[in-house]
């Protein structure tokens, strides 16, 4: 079992930054592809980045491209998501969640695939 706990959500004017962190707990010596996801009022949990065990491949929604980057510390078992410009349209809840890397696979971005995940936060970007 693995606990996740995000944290860095708030309300931020539009170009603004936010660093949202996630820390893991439990069984975290395992190999875990991290993700962050988000969902909208209305909408379907889509992700927006995700990162392998050991930091070598990650994944960015197209909306989030060269705005977003993702980044974790297995020393300090937490992963993180810079977002610089941001728009009104980024904003959800925030959620993190692990999955079991794939050897085939550079990156899990299936959100099918992601086991455990957290309670989220709220990111409220105005205009």
């Known amino acids: 079992q693995v606990q996740l706990a995000e944290s860095g959500g708030g309300l931020v004017q539009a170009g603004g930054s936010l660093l949202l962190s996630c820390v893991a707990s439990?069984?975290?010596?395992?190999?875990?592809?991290m993700g962050w996801f988000r969902q909208a009022p209305g909408k379907e949990r889509e992700v927006v980045a995700a990162?392998?065990?050991?930091?070598?491949?990650?994944y960015y929604e197209g909306s989030v491209k060269g705005r977003f980057a993702i980044s974790r510390d297995n020393a300090k078992n937490t992963v993180y998501l810079q977002m610089n410009s941001l728009k009104p349209e980024d904003t959800a809840v925030y959620y993190c969640?692990?999955?079991?890397?794939?050897?085939?696979?550079?990156?899990?971005?299936?959100?099918?695939?992601?086991?455990?995940w957290g309670q989220g936060t709220q990111v409220t970007v105005s205009t």
């Open positions: 439990g069984h975290t010596d395992a190999n875990y592809d």
């Open positions: 969640a692990a999955a079991w890397s794939r050897h085939l696979i550079p990156v899990v971005t299936d959100i099918h695939e992601y086991e455990y």
């Open positions: 990162i392998r065990w050991n930091g070598m491949d990650t």
